[in-house]
């Protein structure tokens, strides 16, 4: 079938975006496309209706093309859990969990396969794949047990684009490097370079790419302007990268930057909102006096929890808890709020029973049999009866245990008492839901209680959801990228 592969000369080199990118200029001119990343290393991932797991930047590649995303569109995903070990989910089910130096033996023949069969999946159903790479395709290292860059390059014979972030420096000696350590058969499958993350005056740059292109005989087809948008990241190191503070933001909202976070695309609705400030900050930082706090998903809850514990911020969430301060836990963060934590099995490497930051009256038990679902709720807090999706996606199965004239008032969240709590006071919140925030009208009351606290005027809570501005990104993305990118000689 006919293909695009996107290839980065380095990790964050901007091949996610650009495939989006590419993803939704295509179906604007009616391709029915489709995106496909063979291999991906994430804690950030989307459940399909079909209640599989895939990476959550695939996901949104699949909806810039305008199609339900399915788990074919990435095979296998790799979920770190920070032990050496990595969860494998192949298919979107997960199959075991392995070390590094363990993969290549037990799990290639088996990931080439799903693969294939992946490939030919899409071929029925599609005209065009835009596939994308991870990291560098020029690991000689790794090269021999590489599933993502050119063994899927060369088994659609995809005509391929190496990207480079020029913002980083050094982009030309990445280019040249990239392309000497690429067998022949995968060198000539470049059929262009971009350029990407470029600053400042755009005639500056012509004399080197007229020497990169006569040095290399590939055309630079396009030369993409660095851009602000937060578009969702693959992992936690793009965390670091993202401003510390918003101008103009009323509301300071933490969130704690565990050591395995997952799903991190939660926070990208409340990153949208212009009213609020959002600060990733690490467990042995001050927690100081922010609006709320927020204690994410993590692959590993007990390793997670353990470190809150060890740095003293598990101690200042609870007299922050205290004082009246609003938290809020997601999955793993929801298991954190709770009485106990066990892990009879050590599914998460230490087997025992740990204490929780008991701000929620839930029991927890980590088990090898992992939830994954789409879920559609109704809401009881902070208002009655807005609807509200996302999914699950845990291996904790929590037991609500309200105490006997329950002095704070606990009650459940949802329709689905399972699915989450809230105390009285609306303080701590508690969740096995992620994607909340992308419910625009629940997102805007959960704020406005923050901002009623405040003395601030509520926001309009008859807002679109997330997907509406999601939407809206992803076609002001393609506007720009398609303004500086030459795609004819792919078509």
């Given amino acids: 079938m006919k293909a695009i592969m996107v290839v980065g000369t380095t990790s964050h080199a901007g091949k996610s975006l650009i495939t989006a990118a590419i993803c939704r200029i295509l179906s604007r001119r009616g391709w029915r496309v489709a995106p496909f990343k063979g291999q ?17 930047a695939q996901a949104v590649q699949a909806w810039a093309a305008g199609v339900v995303p399915w788990v074919e569109m990435n095979p296998i995903l790799l979920k770190p859990q920070g032990d050496m070990t990595s969860q494998v ?10 070390t590094a130096s363990d993969y290549y033996e037990q799990y290639f023949d088996l990931g080439w396969r799903a693969i294939e069969e992946s490939l030919q999946h899409l071929q029925t159903e599609f005209d065009l794949l835009i596939c994308e ?25 995809a005509s391929t684009i190496l990207v480079v972030d020029i913002d980083r420096g050094g982009a030309f000696a990445h280019v040249i490097g990239t392309l000497e350590l690429l067998e022949p058969d995968e060198r000539a499958l470049i059929k262009g370079i971009v350029i990407n993350k470029f600053r400042g005056q755009r005639s500056l740059l012509d004399s080197g790419i007229k020497w990169l292109e006569e040095r290399t005989g590939i055309p630079v087809i396009g ?7 937060v578009f969702p990241a693959e992992d936690s190191l793009d965390l670091l990268e993202r401003k510390s503070h918003k101008q103009g933001s009323e509301l300071n909202i933490a969130v704690i930057r565990l050591p395995r976070i997952s799903n991190f695309t939660d926070f990208d609705p409340l990153e949208s909102e212009p009213s609020v400030n959002i600060r990733f900050m690490s467990p042995k930082q001050d927690l100081g006096h922010p609006d709320a706090v927020i204690i994410p998903g993590t692959k590993t809850t007990i390793p997670d929890l353990l470190i809150m514990q060890k740095s003293g911020m598990a101690e200042a969430i609870q ?6 301060g609003t938290v809020l836990g997601i999955c793993g963060g929801y298991q954190i709020l709770g009485q106990m934590i066990a892990d ?12 929780g930051l008991g701000l929620l009256p839930i029991k927890t038990v980590i088990t090898g049999q992992k939830v994954a679902r789409q879920r559609q709720v109704s809401s009881n807090f902070p208002q009655v009866g807005l609807p509200v999706t996302g999914f699950e996606i845990h291996q904790g199965r929590s037991r609500v245990e309200i105490p006997p004239n329950d002095p704070q008032g606990f009650q459940a969240l949802f329709d689905d008492p399972n699915l989450g709590l809230v105390d009285g006071c609306q303080s701590v919140w508690g969740t096995y839901l992620h994607g909340i925030f992308d419910n625009g009208p629940w997102r805007r009351a959960w704020l ?21 501005q999601r939407e809206n990104l992803l076609d002001s993305l393609a506007t720009e990228v398609e303004r500086h990118l030459d795609l004819s000689t792919f078509l």
């Fill in 223 to 229: 030369v993409i302007p660095y851009m602000e948008q």
């Fill in 344 to 355: 009879p099995e050590g599914v998460e490497g230490q087997a025992g029973r740990f204490q």
């Fill in 89 to 98: 989910i192949i298919k979107g089910k997960p199959v075991g969990k392995v």
């Fill in 319 to 324: 007299h922050y808890a205290a004082s009246g």
């Fill in 133 to 157: 790479g991870a990291g560098s395709p020029a690991e000689i290292n790794l090269k021999h047990r590489d599933l993502t860059n050119m063994r899927v390059a060369k088994h659609l014979n």
């Fill in 40 to 56: 991906n290393m994430a804690l950030n991932a989307y459940v399909t209706a079909s209640g599989g797991e895939m990476g959550y």
């Fill in 448 to 468: 406005n209680r923050l901002r009623q606290q405040r003395g601030l005027k509520s926001l309009p809570t008859g807002v679109a959801n997330y997907r509406e």
